[in-house]
């Protein structure tokens, strides 16, 4: 399967998120686990762009309400799937944000994830993501192991923040937080 560009729908405003391209296959072991199974998924040229205005409003806070106001699932095992050779190239997130009047860049954003799956048989078999990008210009890498869907989900990641300016995302912690950010 393969789509081309593509961005969702936003009435009167360019599209908040658009992709150059999409790759996926599929493979005969969807018959075997009775799920479906994704062979490689490649996504290429994504990009979001977010806003804050200087109200503090979020160009996202309409989906996130959305998103809270939906009554919980309810309690039973994860769909049953498996992604194999994941991997989201040439990425990039914009966040505008005209209150502080500065604009925040992910660039050179890449994900690549071996395998995830929540069949019961693969519940215990880490998923070791890797994720490299660069945060206003600064390179970060990020990787880490994770148990998603074991009975006790564990994760761990592996991340250093020395490179980045922290403590110009003060302003971006919620209050009343119990931690803080120094230069």
Known sequence: LAIG???????????????????????????????????????RGLRVDLARDADGRRSIDDVLERVRSRPPSPPGPP??????????????????????????????????????????????QPVAPVLGHEVDGVPLRVTGSALPFAPAPSVSLDIDLSPLALGACRGYLPPGLPVGLRE
């Open 5 to 43: 560009e593509a961005g969702a729908a936003n009435p009167g405003a360019s599209s908040p998120l658009r992709v150059a391209g999409v790759e996926a296959s599929g493979s005969w072991r969807a018959l075997l686990h009775l799920a479906p199974v994704i062979a490689d998924l490649r996504v």
């Open 79 to 124: 769909p049953r799937f498996v992604l194999e050779g994941v991997e989201i190239v040439d990425a990039e997130v914009v966040f505008d944000d005209r209150r502080a009047g500065h604009t925040h860049r992910l660039t050179r954003t890449g994900l690549a994830m071996p395998r995830l799956s929540s069949l019961p048989a693969d519940r215990q």
